[in-house]
């Protein structure tokens, strides 16, 4: 599920750095597929850190509860 994300947020800046290319850095656009990019990437942080808070629990719960 990452890679998928990560593999969609490295198109999407490629996208992003050909539009603006074509159209300019302060079109409307440029400024949604940076918009988009940004939501995709806000997405693929909570996630991330959602999973490492979870396995730190894991960790920590184990360190904790060893005899």
């Known amino acids: 599920m990452f ?6 947020i490295n198109q999407l800046k490629k996208e992003l750095i050909q539009i603006a ?3 300019s850095l302060n079109s409307y656009d440029t400024l949604r597929c ?6 995709l ?8 850190n959602l999973k490492n808070k979870t396995r730190n629990h894991k960790i920590n719960y184990t360190q ?3 005899f």
């Open 3 to 8: 890679r998928l994300q990560k593999r969609r």
């Open 64 to 66: 904790t509860c060893a």
């Open 41 to 48: 990437i806000t997405i693929y942080q909570n996630q991330n």
């Open 34 to 39: 940076s918009q988009k990019l940004d939501e």
């Open 21 to 23: 290319r074509l159209t």
